[in-house]
């Protein structure tokens, strides 16, 4: 195994120039060194084999794959990677990255440092505390959880969605609909539950308990008791862990481990004993739970309340109700109703007037129609693509209609002295090529058009099978063919879609995920904004022969890349060629 451990690209030492050393890592055998270690642990938990294990966790927290990786996906990948800690530290260039790689992997054990309290604006006008712990620690945590994830991923119940690879809301959304869409169904009464502040309640000593035996265990205690540092104050941290972590939310999802259990709702029950017991789906601290009855839902509620207790989390009284399936419920920003023998999911009221409300504001706030574009193209894509797998066909037409109407309210305000028809001429017309809508918004300097919530196509999710992991070795063509089939707006146009799929959706230099963008899977609907507002330095397509040498802009001359795998690769061409790469996944 010590052997194993070495064979990583580039070897981490001082005498390497750190930004030539990071530009010279091969990506993608460091993540498939991490990959394959990862499915190591994870199978070795799946046979009992506790030793075994802690033996190969060991190996990946000596790792030199697992500190690149974990720098490159901290420091780079991470919607986060700007924010700095309390030492105001970020590590955005190459030679800082591969500085904090080598620095790691000479002297890997520091003391914790307190995490850094922001405030984020919630929907009700409160504020949701987050801690961002330093970029150092941030690493150190992405490497922890690398070694401590895959032996949980074998544990985890089928039914928990939330912040776990290869596992979103619309599985849990999707989930909820197949267990609700029986025309017979039996349990129309729903628990719609909320933990009150979980991150920030969690009983370390009851997490420790959970992980004891763990190889850096000690080290997860040290950022759990690190503090907190708020207008240049100190305050330590007796309970909770911070929301904003790396490792936070499998802390969480490793407290809450067992809540099916607690109320009978096992993955190894047949069909006919799984039909006499109330059923969870659980998203992070949301979760719904499907009973027979009101008084069957009254006493889920106090069993999970008790078994809740001693892991410092209570259920939120204001947030948790009892309702029927006619009645409906919101979960994830959908709304769940039974009309009649059908189950419909739409999205919420409350979800369809926030998004209205940020419409207003951008376009309020826009001087020009190229800044309104640029501006609210993300928040529509990225709203559609959350909500394309609900019944949203009416609530797309009605929103359409909105942001027309608003979008030619700001028209007519910005050229008071001209004529309806200048107007119409000078902002609307028929700017897509590829349909027949006189109608569209659009910027004739620039070329950009408005995105309409109407082009995105309604596509059913298929939610992932039962306790389906990631890190599992004997599925691997299962979640390539989950990559595969995923069509998500950001690879715009036919040519990029092409290049995806020959591609198998894996990108050939990292060999991590095209589509869902470096593995990382959006986690709400803020979340596929940001992400659309940040696709154009996302996927970039490569020449296989350079166009300076002759090479042409034909799809056999192309592939489709990771716009950061592009620059660190070119910032190599003076001492390599022009690069050649079997396109088949490793």
Known sequence: MEAEADMTTPALNEELDDAKAWHSTDWAKAERDVRRLRQRIFKAAQEGDLKKVHNLQKLMLRSQANILVSVRRVTQLSAGCRTPGIDGLRALEPADRGRLARTLASEPAVDAKPVRRVHIPKAVGKTRPLGIPTIRDRVQQARVKNALEPEWEARFEGKSYGFRPGRSCHDAIEKIFRL????????????????????????????????????????????????????????????????????????????????????????????????????????????????????EAERVRETLAKWLEPRGLTIHPEKTRIVQLADGFDFLGFNVRKYGPKTLIKPSAKAVEKVKEKIRLVIEHSPTPDALIQRLNPLIKGWATYYRGAVATETFTNLSHFVWHKTWRWALRRHPRKGRTWVRARHFGRFHPGRNDQWVFGDRDSGRILHKFTWTRIQRHIPVKGTSSKDDPSLGEYWAARTRKRRHPEADGKLNVNLAAKQRGVCPLCGLDLIAGAGYEPESVHEWANWFAAKHRTLNRHHLVYRSLGGSDSASNLMLIHADCHRSHHAGDKKRGPLEVNHARS
């Open 180 to 295: 609700t869409a029986r025309s017979t169904v039996r349990r129309t009464w729903v628990l719609d539950a909320d933990l009150a502040a979980a991150f920030d309640r969690i009983n370390h000593d009851r997490l420790m308990e959970a992980i004891d035996g763990f190889p850096a265990a000690a080290a997860i205690r040290r950022w759990l008791k690190a503090g907190v540092m708020e207008n240049g104050r100190f305050a330590p941290t007796e309970e909770g862990t911070p929301q904003g972590g790396v490792i936070s939310p499998l802390l969480l999802n490793i407290a809450l481990h067992g809540m099916g259990a607690a109320i009978g709702d096992l993955d190894t029950l047949t069909k006919s004993r799984r039909d006499k017991v109330p059923l969870l789906v659980r998203y992070a601290d949301d979760f719904v739970v499907f009973c027979t009855s009101k008084d």
